[in-house]
């Protein structure tokens, strides 16, 4: 049982824990939920028909970690910036580059209200259909894509200031 529960970390671990990054800004926070998102996964020992069920009910469970974790009143202050990007001496200047510009796209993303970067991170980061981001939010598939190009017009906003 132990080799299957490493297998399920595995594979899910950073994905899980990048959507909550984005989320809650905080890299321990972040460590907590998506720990206690993995803590129910194994508590409840589910057996899921197929992998996006697996897959869409650890994200369903991440968004609720994260929305209970922002409804606790010290967790609401504003997020000034995330880690500082410091530049190894082992990369090229173009991947340095690279990695700037991905940082401030993050960093973009961050500042959006939650409702638009949920949906952005589960659409470009996670590569999830609208169908199964509205499966995973509980969302008409219409609001979905609405918020989506909401969103991005606001986060054009953001990035050309």
């Given at each position: 049982?132990?080799?299957?529960?490493?297998?399920?970390i595995?594979?899910?671990?950073?994905?899980?824990?990048?959507?909550?990054?984005?989320?809650?800004?905080n890299?321990?926070?972040?460590?907590d939920?998506?720990?206690?998102?993995?803590?129910?996964?194994?508590?409840?020992?589910?057996?899921?028909?197929?992998v996006?069920?697996?897959?869409?009910?650890?994200?369903?469970?991440?968004?609720?970690?994260?929305?209970?974790?922002?409804?606790t009143?010290?967790?609401?202050?504003?997020?000034?910036?995330?880690?500082?990007?410091?530049?190894?001496?082992?990369i090229?200047?173009?991947?340095?580059?690279?990695?700037?510009?991905?940082?401030?796209?993050?960093?973009?993303?961050?500042?959006?209200?939650?409702?638009?970067?949920?949906?952005?991170?589960?659409?470009?980061?996670?590569?999830?259909?609208?169908?199964?981001?509205?499966?995973?939010?509980?969302?008409?598939k219409s609001?979905?894509?609405t918020?989506?190009?909401?969103?991005?017009?606001?986060l054009?906003?953001?990035?050309?200031?």
């Open positions: 049982m132990a080799d299957i529960d490493e297998v399920k595995r594979k899910y671990y950073s994905k899980i824990y990048k959507f909550v990054y984005m989320q809650v800004k890299r321990e926070d972040a460590q939920i998506t720990q206690e998102v993995f803590y129910q996964y194994f508590d409840k020992n589910i057996v899921f028909p197929d996006e069920r697996e897959k869409a009910w650890l994200f369903t469970v991440a968004r609720n970690k994260c929305k209970n974790h922002w409804r009143c010290w967790y609401r202050k504003i997020f000034d910036e995330m880690e500082n990007i410091s530049e190894p001496k082992d090229s200047e173009n991947e340095y580059e690279r990695k700037e510009d991905a940082f401030y796209v993050v960093s973009c993303v961050s500042k959006l209200p939650y409702k638009y970067r949920e949906i952005i991170h589960l659409f470009y980061y996670e590569n999830m259909s609208i169908e199964k981001i509205s499966k995973i939010t509980g969302k008409n609001t979905i894509q918020q989506l190009d909401r969103g991005r017009k606001l054009k906003k953001i990035m050309i200031k």
